[in-house]
Each structure stands twice: as C-alpha cells, then as structure tokens.
C-alpha cells in the first residue's frame, strides 16, 4: 500500500497510520461494548496504548 502523508499546521500526518489506528480503536470500543470487559478507565488506557504503538512505527 502506498503511504500518503499529508502536511496539517507543520506536521506530516501518515493517512495509512491514522486509518490502521482508527480501525484498531473501532474494533476495541465494538469488542468491549459486547464482552464488558473493560471500565471507562480501562479502555482509555489500552487506547492510548495502541495510539502510542503506531507513533513509535515512524
């Protein structure tokens, strides 16, 4: 797939990164809305987690 950055206020944004990151916090939120396995905070956390994953595969 081809990478497609995008400059916004000085900053390059990755489009392939930000879809992969909102499709990974889509199934989380779908998964977690079924099962409730998770609390408010819980969620927060692991969404962080997977936004941070993919900033540090620059």
């Known amino acids: 797939m081809e990478e497609k950055i995008v400059r916004k206020n000085g900053v390059d944004i990755d489009l392939t990164k930000v879809r992969r990151i909102i499709m990974r ?32 595969c620059l």
């Open 25 to 56: 916090i889509i199934l989380e939120e779908r998964n977690n809305v079924k099962t409730k396995e998770c609390s408010d905070s819980q969620m927060v956390d692991k969404l962080q987690k997977i936004i941070e994953e993919e900033a540090k």
